[in-house]
Each structure stands twice: as C-alpha cells, then as structure tokens.
C-alpha cells in the first residue's frame, strides 16, 4: 500500500537526561508504532491528565517519547481491522493513549481497534471532543448512579462537585437534561450564572464542602453525588448523602488522600461506585457513546466549550492544573496559529 502520510506534526514529551522536555516537532510515519487503524485526527481534547502530562508532572505518562492527548477524533485512513474502513469517523477516549501508547496531540495516530468507538450519529468530530473523555466520566458516572437505583423522579437534588470544570460542567448538563435536580458545588462564584445555564437547580460554595468535620455523618442532604474533587469534599459528600444513595468518584482535582469513616456505608447503607474511564471495555464503550448521543443537549456543549489550536495546549495545560478552566477545551491539532 502507498503510504498516504510520511510527516506530520505532534507535541512529543521527551526525557533527555532524565529532565522534562516538551514541543511540537516534525514527525515521520515510520516513528507511529504497530496498531491495526491508522487515524488522521481532527480534534483532541484537554484534560486533567493532559495539563499533568504536558507540564512535566509525573503520573501520567509511562513511556518516553510520548505523544500527549488522552482522548481524540478523526477519520480512518488504513485500517488492518474488518471493524474500521478508510474514511470511517472515528472516536477514541482514555485507552492508554497519551500515557502508554502515543496519543492525540498529533495530526496522527495509530492504534489497536479495541480502542476505537464510531463517531455517533448525529455528532461532529468537533462535539466528540467536546465531550471527551469528560464528557464520558459523566455519562459513565450517571449511569454508575443509575445502576444503583437513582432515577429523575427520585427525592432530592443530585450534587456534582467541581461543578464548572470538565467532568463537572458535563455531569451537570447531562443531569439535568435528564430531568434530575442538580446543586452543582463550585470555587468560582463567577461561574454561578453558567452553571445555572447549564441547569443547575442550587450552587454551593465548596468552601463548604471541604471544612474539614470529626463528625462521622451529618444531615442527609444528597439523593445522589458525581464528585470530581476527592479528598475532604469526598468525605463531606459521603456523610451527607441520603440512606442507601451513592457516589461516583472519579476524580482527585482537590486531593488523593480519602479520610472517612465506615459510618456512612454501615449505618446508612451509601454505595461509593469507583469510575475508571480507560478500564471500560469496548461494549461499555459503545453503551456510553450511545447514551452521550441521546443525553448530551449539543446547545450547551456549544456554550461550555472553547478551541484553541494546538500550540496552545501547553497554557492552558498550565492553567487546567490550576484549576482555572471553564467547562471544555477542545484542541485543534491542525491549526497551529
Ligand atoms: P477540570 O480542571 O476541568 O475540573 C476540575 C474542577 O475541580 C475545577 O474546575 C474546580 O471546579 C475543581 N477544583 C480544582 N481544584 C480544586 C481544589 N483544590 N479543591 C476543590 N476543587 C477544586 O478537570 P476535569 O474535569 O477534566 O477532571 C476532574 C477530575 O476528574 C481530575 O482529577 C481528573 O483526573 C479526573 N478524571 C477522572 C477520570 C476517570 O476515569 N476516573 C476521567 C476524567 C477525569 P470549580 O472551579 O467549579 O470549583
């Protein structure tokens, strides 16, 4: 077969001497490593993990070189796969890219068909990204909660921690598109009016939630939680969710460390659901992907999203780290001014 690429561009992450080094550079097909399904990406996305990765934190990337960018979507231009034919629009999220298979902050990518999703109807390559792999914690996240008997007629209001950001921004939209009842926690009182938007029922200071408490439970006040924050807002939330209501935690942007009692699971049977995004198999995939298409309002996931072109992901890489990012960040990899 002819190839139909030779160079391309990408951000490489580097370890010359075992220091962090990080740019856009002039790439060779031949530096793609094995994988059934040669991708031509459109769009990637930012992400948590991405601001780590291309600011030289450790945690995320566990090979070198690597080519940063988690989650991408584009359009098949080889594919080995009977899945996969040339032009099919294609998404993919979280399956080790960006961490242990080159990622999508590339004008290429190749990789195994397990790890690859047809771009629902309906949807552009850019509203995958949109969505991303923040998107799909969400959704994965709802019906996690979903699972475990939480319906939009249940009583109470569904609260999403980390309310303005990725995750956040997107579990609340989905949420109440969905009909439930949302308080969506947040730092940023400026973000009060978006948030309301996007259909949050109340907001909360999370000054409020992270007040450290000896006590083992307090008031139930929650029919149910998404908690993008961990740490001491992860322990609030669990004191304080209804009797036999759950938690998805899927994320650690406020702290890893977990102190808590037993009391909330042996006194008010509260299910903590662990959300693991790269871990889900590829029905899973397809079954999230699906509810994304139905559940995700593509009005509002217009208004939360900004593009920026590729050189920019390592501002704003800095600046989701320190947790300054509205809702999306969608990435251009084919614009570079
Ligand atoms: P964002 O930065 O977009 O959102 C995180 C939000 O958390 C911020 O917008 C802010 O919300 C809040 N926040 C930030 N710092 C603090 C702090 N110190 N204390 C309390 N709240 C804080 O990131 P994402 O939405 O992309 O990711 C959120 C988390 O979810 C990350 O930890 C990420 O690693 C994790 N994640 C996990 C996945 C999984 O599969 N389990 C998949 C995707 C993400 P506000 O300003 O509203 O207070």
Redesign the pocket.
């Known amino acids: 077969m002819i190839p139909t690429v030779t160079t391309f561009k990408a951000v490489l992450v580097t370890q010359p001497d075992g220091k962090f080094a990080v740019d856009i550079q002039d790439m060779d097909r031949s530096m793609l490593a094995e994988g059934e399904v040669l991708v031509r990406v459109a769009y990637s996305s930012l992400?948590?993990?991405d601001g780590l990765a291309v600011t030289g934190k450790p945690g995320v990337i566990r090979n070198f070189p690597m080519v940063p960018g988690i989650d991408f979507a584009g359009v098949v231009e080889e594919s080995s796969s009977d899945e996969f034919r040339a032009g099919d629009s294609v998404v993919i999220t979280g399956c080790g890219t960006g961490e242990t298979i080159w990622g999508g902050y590339s004008q290429y990518a190749r990789l195994d068909a397990k790890c690859i999703v047809p771009l629902p109807q309906g949807m552009s390559l850019q509203q995958a990204m949109a969505i991303g792999?923040?998107g799909f914690?969400a959704m994965q996240s709802v019906m996690a909660l979903e699972h475990h008997g939480l319906k939009p007629d249940s009583t109470g209001e569904v609260l999403v921690t980390?309310?303005?950001?990725?995750?956040?921004s997107t579990a609340v939209a989905i949420l109440a598109k969905l009909g439930y009842k949302v308080a969506a926690s947040?730092?940023?009182p400026e973000?009060h009016d978006y948030l309301r938007d996007l259909g949050a029922t109340s907001i909360l200071d999370?000054a409020e939630l992270?007040a450290p408490s000896k006590r083992p439970l307090d008031s139930e006040r929650w029919a149910a939680a998404i908690d993008?924050?961990g740490g001491d807002?992860l322990a609030a939330v669990l004191r304080s969710v209804f009797a036999h209501g759950s938690v998805a935690a899927?994320?650690?942007?406020?702290g890893a460390a977990l102190n808590t009692t037993v009391f909330p699971f042996i006194l008010r049977g509260v299910n903590l659901l662990g959300?693991?995004?790269?871990k889900v198999d590829k029905p899973g995939r397809l079954a999230i992907w699906s509810r994304l298409a139905t559940d995700m309002p593509l009005d509002l996931l217009n208004e939360m999203t900004q593009v920026v072109p590729l050189k920019r992901v390592f501002d704003v890489g800095e600046l989701?780290i320190a947790?300054k990012?509205r809702g999306r960040t969608v990435i251009d990899v084919n614009a570079f001014e």
């Open positions: 992400n948590y993990k792999t923040a914690t980390g309310a303005a950001g990725g995750v956040g947040t730092g940023r973000y999370r992270q993008s924050v807002t899927c994320g650690l942007a406020g959300i693991d995004s790269p989701i947790g990012i």
